[in-house]
């Protein structure tokens, strides 16, 4: 198993330039969320997913969105990127309570 | 609303035993996790907590008292290996288990 993988590791972006992060998981896992932690801060969680075809807000949601159009898959889109979102991305799954973690992208924009 | 509190840095020793604190106010509660990040690196699940009471996993203890909203996390016979940030994550139903993290401790472990 790979577990949960997330691409690209590392990106720059232009402000008002958009973006997709991916996540992929090989568990079977119905829940999956998306996490951001800034430098010195904790994990904040931005959506999650309780199943396929199901997205649910976090606690910082703003300027992101997701789908989950499969069990595997949970896409992080930002649309119009601004610096404020240069952060740690991390994407988790879950049988329901233990999470696991991708080893994250670190997204820089500019 | 939600608010987890943790020291923000630790200093121990090799060998020595560390006792790591969090204190928490969730809205709705379903069990206290613990989790190890290294610099750099994504968090790794250390241990669960959902009923009162001591849970032993080698090196690794947590403690819970749901009543006090306290947790602790024992650390034994430390190694340089143990330095980390460790985060105290309440779990709220509902997605599974949200999660909501501390700041975490920035454990040091020197010689």
């Known amino acids: 198993n790979a577990g949960v993988t997330q691409t690209p590791k590392f990106r720059i972006l232009k402000i008002g330039q958009s973006m997709t992060l991916q996540c992929a998981q090989d568990m079977n896992h119905n829940y999956m969320y998306w996490y951001r932690q800034d430098p010195g801060m904790g994990l904040k969680l931005i959506y999650y997913?309780?199943?396929?075809?199901?997205?649910d807000k976090g606690e910082v949601p703003n300027g992101y969105n997701v789908s989950r159009s499969t069990t595997e898959d949970f896409p992080l889109r930002l649309e119009l990127a601004a610096p404020s979102q240069t952060s740690v991305y991390f994407c988790?799954?879950?049988?329901?309570?233990?999470?696991?973690f991708g080893p994250g992208t670190r997204l820089t924009v500019l | 609303g939600q608010n987890i509190d943790q020291p923000t840095e630790m200093t121990a020793t090799e060998g020595a035993i560390v006792q790591i604190n969090c204190t928490y106010q969730?809205?709705?509660?379903?069990?206290l996790f613990w989790y190890q990040q290294h610099a750099g690196e994504a968090p790794t699940f250390l241990s669960y907590?959902?009923?009162?009471g001591l849970e032993e996993k080698g090196r690794f203890s947590s403690f819970l008292s749901r009543s006090k909203g306290y947790s602790y996390l024992l650390l034994k016979e430390l190694q340089m290996k143990d330095s980390a940030s460790y985060l105290c994550a309440p779990g709220t139903p509902g997605g599974g288990n949200k999660l909501t993290f501390g700041t975490g401790t920035q454990l040091k472990v020197e010689l």
């Open positions: 969730t809205s709705g509660f379903n069990g």
């Open positions: 907590n959902v009923l009162d």
């Open positions: 997913s309780v199943g396929a075809g199901i997205t």
């Open positions: 988790a799954s879950s049988p329901s309570g233990e999470q696991f």
